[in-house]
């Protein structure tokens, strides 16, 4: 279940010099489909962090632990590694319920940056976030949706745990403040391959906009069923988590009425995106696989730690703490900051568009107080 990077095995001890990092990333399950670009993008985080001179003076390691097993297993592996020694820090994207598992079995004794979007509301001493959450990714998104396109009638299929069911109960208000509603629900369990009573639902009840909360392949199948259907004829889908990977897997004829919101989109032509694109495929080639949003999270985690670490001057958390509200760190989305223990950043609307996204807004101007 583990391995250290660039080495088959590893040992469960601390090496002078080295400041090992748990890497938690899907290697199987639904999300497994993000798992190469994570761990990618996370060691070339890694190899730029050690020819600035490491962490603290230490060569920073990653040691790498299959967020995609069930999580007591992950939260089993991940206690070892810390009550070894053998890690100071974790990062890396996995969804909620793993997050939950890892975040008391590890009881602020060493940082830990979580890298997915998730449900909101985290505040657990030593957890730093890097990514968006419902109010500021969905909220401003499901706006546009209702003033520009006319939605008023939202239908929620998204995988049945905590990030989905809770991301649903914000999304109701939401389309209350948009002068809409929720008009149905379905919740499916991870590894889900049949959709015909979901989208029979979502039909029935004149939906006109679907709101995706479905993981990986998942949404990759659902896709997929939704265009076979003829449903992308007159309805909708938006999804918080949907990169150009899972729009490859989908195909071009699946994807038609399919917009995403995200904080990192490959199609973003930034000085900061090209430059963070062309060091990932100088580092890996160009038949690597993309580095997309959930990739590029953990690069950003690595730099985030890296950052916590070396402003304290100590990974101890309650130093950490101390410093936390002054660490910056500047990767692939530009120069961010921490407020609250989540990373302040900009978040856009894309549109499918074939096998990758066209950026169309810039969602800052759909946030804030509701609109009339």
Do not use: K
């Not at 639902?201 to 995706?212: H, I, K, S, W, Y």
């Not at 069923?225 to 007159?234: K, V, W």
């Amino acid at each position: 279940m583990r391995r250290e990077a660039g080495r088959v095995g590893g040992p469960l001890t601390a090496e002078a010099g080295v400041l090992g990092v748990a890497l938690v990333v899907p290697r199987q399950g639904p999300a497994g489909i993000f798992g190469p670009a994570c761990e990618l993008c996370a060691q070339l985080a890694a190899d730029e962090v050690n020819a600035a001179g490491g962490v603290l003076g230490r060569e920073l390691r990653l040691v790498t632990v299959d967020g995609g097993a069930p999580p007591p297993l992950v939260a089993a592996e991940v206690e070892a590694l810390v009550a070894a020694g053998a890690v100071h820090g974790v990062t890396g994207w996995h969804i909620s319920s793993v997050r939950h598992a890892v975040a008391p079995r590890i009881a602020a004794r060493v940082p830990y940056v979580y890298t997915a979007l998730y449900e909101g509301g985290e505040d657990a001493t030593g957890v730093y976030l890097t990514s968006e959450t419902p109010d500021g990714q969905l909220r401003p998104a499901m706006r546009l949706l209702a003033a520009e396109r006319r939605v008023r009638r939202w239908y929620v299929v998204g995988n049945d745990y905590v990030w989905p069911r809770r991301t649903a109960r914000a999304a109701q208000r939401y389309a209350r403040e948009s002068g809409g509603e929720i008009c149905g629900a379905s919740y499916l369990p991870l590894g889900a391959q049949e959709f015909g009573n979901v989208l029979r639902a979502v039909e029935r009840r004149g939906a006109d906009a679907v709101v995706m909360l479905l993981v990986g392949s998942d949404a990759v199948r659902f896709n997929r069923a939704f265009a076979a259907a003829g449903l992308d004829q007159r309805c909708l889908r938006l999804s918080t988590l949907m990169d150009e990977n899972m729009l490859a897997a989908s195909g071009p004829e699946a994807t038609r009425g399919l917009s995403a919101t995200a904080g990192f989109f490959g199609a973003l032509a930034t000085a900061d995106t090209l430059d963070f694109h062309g060091r990932y495929a100088a580092r890996f080639g160009p038949e690597s696989p993309g580095p997309s949003a959930l990739g590029e999270s953990c690069y950003e985690g690595v730099l985030l730690l890296a950052a916590l670490i070396n402003r304290a001057r100590s990974w101890e958390v309650g130093a950490i703490e101390g410093a936390a509200g002054e660490v910056s760190y500047e990767g692939a989305r530009g120069l961010l900051r921490l407020a609250g223990r989540h990373v302040r950043q900009r978040i856009y609307l894309a549109e499918a568009d074939g096998l990758d996204f066209a950026v169309t807004a810039d969602l800052d101007a759909w946030s804030g107080p509701a609109r009339p």
